[in-house]
């Protein structure tokens, strides 16, 4: 199976190699930057094929050695020798396994982070207020920029609902599987008995989409322009800067006020409403290879509760993967890393076993 796979990868690379050695191609900068990508992809997995590919050799130099050899000597080397080889053998095959697997093309796009205040009133919105400095203390870290869109404070502090654009290297990659209800148990502190409450928050992550992902029909979209307003409702400004789309076929809807100019608001409330859009697509999808392979990982259902915070206890439980953490003070400071890991793996597992099955 592996040999086979090798074999149809190493010619990939060399057909890409002569298309990126093509001086025309740098006039299409958008399918230069897919085959240099696919480049890096295609080399990682080639070399890691070619180490394959003389493992195996050295294990059939071993057993015909075994099979033909009289120096008793020799024979006792190759046994010696064998062994070894099957287990690197076993280990370069597992990476070859998630080396197989398809890259989402939506990884390397930018994501649409989206958080809402669910359950429990004032001590939501502060909630959701943890996890918006959670996911950017998370992405300094990474590296990732963290640009807010538009929020809505909440009365006791927090957000009702809070947009951020996260961009850099596989930003979509990194935080796609935070889409679903977090939930929060703790004593909040608009609370006087010391009592524990359970809270939630909604967490959606979409590749942001390019014009080209969504066909947007213009005549579908309502276009509404307001003066800004700040909290108490005072008016920022007085021209009619802030913008509110209304998409009539599916009956979404994006305001945007965080820049002074119009246009600028127009930007970004088309930018949010084609994310969106393209979102529900790819949540359909999601949904149908959820059913299929009975994985929640990167299912497109939003309304599933994928983590608990509990404070008292320092846990945090992503109920996907039966994963329980005692470290949350870390994980609220922004400490994702492990959490993240091991759902990429989960879900790279069901991805294996699926490439198993259909060979």
């Known amino acids: 199976m592996f040999l086979e796979f090798i074999h149809q990868k190493e010619e990939r690379l060399e057909d890409v190699q002569r298309m990126l050695m093509d001086p025309d191609l740098m006039k299409d900068m958008k399918k230069y930057t897919a085959l240099n ?10 070399f890691k094929g070619k180490q394959y590919k003389e493992v195996v050799g050295n294990i059939e130099t071993c057993r015909d050695i075994l099979n033909n050899e009289t120096d008793e000597e020799m024979r006792e080397m190759a046994k010696e020798e064998i062994e070894p080889l099957e287990n690197e053998k076993i280990s370069l095959e597992e990476e070859l396994k998630v080396l ?5 093309p939506n990884d390397s796009k930018p994501a649409i982070l989206e958080i809402r205040a669910g359950t429990g009133g004032d001590e939501a919105a502060i909630f959701a207020g943890d996890l918006f400095r959670m996911y950017q203390r998370f992405c300094e870290r990474k590296g990732l920029k963290f640009e807010v869109n538009e929020l809505s404070e909440g009365s006791m502090g927090g957000y009702k609902e809070i947009i951020v654009t996260v961009s850099g290297e596989d930003a979509y990659g990194t935080l796609k599987f935070e889409s679903g209800v977090h939930r929060v148990q703790r004593v909040p502190a608009t609370e ?13 992550v979409m590749p942001e989409a390019d014009e080209f ?8 979209v309502r276009i509404d322009t307001f003066c800004a307003s700040g909290a108490g409702g005072q008016s920022v400004n007085t021209t009619y800067s802030a913008v509110r789309l209304t998409h009539i076929p599916t009956g979404l809807v994006v305001s945007m006020q965080d820049e002074r100019s119009q246009l600028k608001n127009k930007d970004k409330a088309f930018g949010i409403l084609r994310s969106r859009l393209y979102d529900l697509e790819l949540s359909k999808v999601k949904n149908e290879e959820a059913a299929l392979r009975k994985s ?9 509760k ?6 008292p206890q320092n846990r945090v439980t992503d109920h996907r993967i039966d994963l329980t953490l005692y470290n949350l003070a870390n994980i609220v400071e922004g400490d994702l890393d492990e959490l993240i890991e091991k759902l990429r793996i989960a879900e790279n597992a069901g991805k294996v076993a699926e490439l198993e099955a259909a060979n």
Do not use: C
């Open 192 to 204: 006087a008995q010391g009592r524990i409450h359970t809270s939630a928050a909604t967490v959606a």
């Open 306 to 311: 994928i983590r608990t915070y509990n404070y």
């Open 296 to 304: 929640l990982v990167s299912s497109g259902d939003r309304s599933a």
């Open 37 to 46: 990508k696919e480049f890096r992809s295609l080399e990682t997995f080639v």
């Open 100 to 104: 197989l697997i398809p890259q989402d």
């Open 213 to 220: 992902d969504v066909e947007l029909n213009m005549n579908d």
